[in-house]
């Protein structure tokens, strides 16, 4: 196995006299604590060594005057964890008479094996030379460090490993923690930052600044787990624009506009705001729910007109739970629900659903065309920009007869008269009143309670004040004059004005057939219902 030594820092038990007598002397010892790090190649090492540690008057081996000073320290089972080991030192007062020394360590797998000599030495500074104190009698001024000066230790400063540590070579500060991982490392059960401000209007302060140029955050709070995924953050952005992050994801935005985007592609995310604020009723309440399917749930008004904005990575910008109003009080008075799509090629689309049923997409795109579209049938109807609708299967439930507006040349004419062509009149019709008559053009419809089911009609060109049928069934005034009426029986105009008989003579008949009878007349007057067949 090849040990590579890598060291990161030592803690060193420093002690300063600052005014010492002979009388209350107390020498500081001579045993001082190491820490290092052990790597096996790239890797922290784990387990058991034996090592031994020498010290020497050269920081590099074979310089002149190089020579170990004192014994040499065994240990053995030294355990090792991550890397991380501690050894406690006693080479006695004698080596530390002020001159410099270097810690050497010599490292083996325990219990076998040859020892690896781990390279660089380790300056010793400072912290064993406090047991010089030991030896010094009388009294001594007070000292102090110059001000001004770069002060640094070449190994970690511990003045209470439970408490403080300082790693100057990696320029890190440990409070409770020996091994600081940060530039400033707290490490407590819980751990409190506080900064008071006891004479300043601004209060206490904390900046987060960053000199790099163009940078992508100028500065930010990270909400941690366990597992260092950073999952929560407060950042404040290059771009002049906060960013707050939930479970790793962006979620909500705001630029230096003012605008804030709240947005969530794959969680829930919703927006709620009281009724009242301040004790003062709102006139309309601001709250919207979102599902894991949709992205945002907004609801305002703005002075343009646009009531809803918002986006979302899936396209689905927002979704309200329970009935929604929009007013037509806006600049352009009239209530609007604008769904736009940039590209002059894209798709813009109202989607329906109930349960798990498929859905239905109204939708506007293509060549410009309104859309009817149904999952799994795919478009069932259509609408162009000229008019033309097209469909698959059209089913009239309002009506049963085809029928097309008229003008009429007297005004008013009953429901279910028989009508024909107007010859004095041309483009116009009037009441029946002739039997066998061959300018029969059909039935006024909406007797009976039958309304149209189909009206044709091109207005500005051949409009109307009446409603004729031409074919379908409608019910028509009937009379027996020409003997009782039977289902299936043939009827043409009457003698009595805008009223239907039978027809008893089919020579006469010819191009003057109404339709055929489908309900009976035994006498009299009245309504029969006839599936009109011009003939």
Known sequence: MKIKYCLHYASLALGL??????????AQGSVFTYQGRLTDGTNPASGSYDIRAQLYNRAIAGQPGDAQIGGTLEFSNVAVTNGLLTLSLDFGAGPFNGEARWLQLVVRTNGGGAYTTLTPRQALTAAPYAILSGNLSGALATASLPSGGNWALSSTLTLDTSTLAIDPINNRV???????????HLSAGQSVARLDSTANVFGSVLELRNNTASPIYLGAINFNNA???????????????????????????????GQLDVTSADSEVGLNVLTHYLGIPLPTAIRGTCDSSFGTAVFGSSANGTAIYGTSANGLAGSFSGAVNINYASPFNKAQLRLRDPSDTGWVRLRLQTGTKPFWDFALGGENSLRFYADGNGDVMSLNTNGTLFVKVLTITGGADIAEPFRMSEANLAEGSVVVIDEAHPGQLKLSTEPYDRRVAGVISGAGGVSPGLSLQQKGRVEGDQQVALTGRVYVQADTSNGPIKPGDLLTTSAQPGHAMKVTDHARAQGAILGKAMTSLKEGTGLVLVLVTLQ
């Open 17 to 26: 006299a600052l005014s010492l007598s002979a009388s209350g002397l107390l």
């Open 227 to 257: 597992a260092s995924t950073y999952p929560g953050q407060i950042g404040y952005l290059g771009t002049d624009a906060f960013s707050f992050r939930t479970a790793g994801a962006e979620r909500m935005h705001l630029d230096n506009r």
């Open 174 to 184: 440990g409070i409770g923690t020996a091994s600081p991982t940060w530039p400033l």
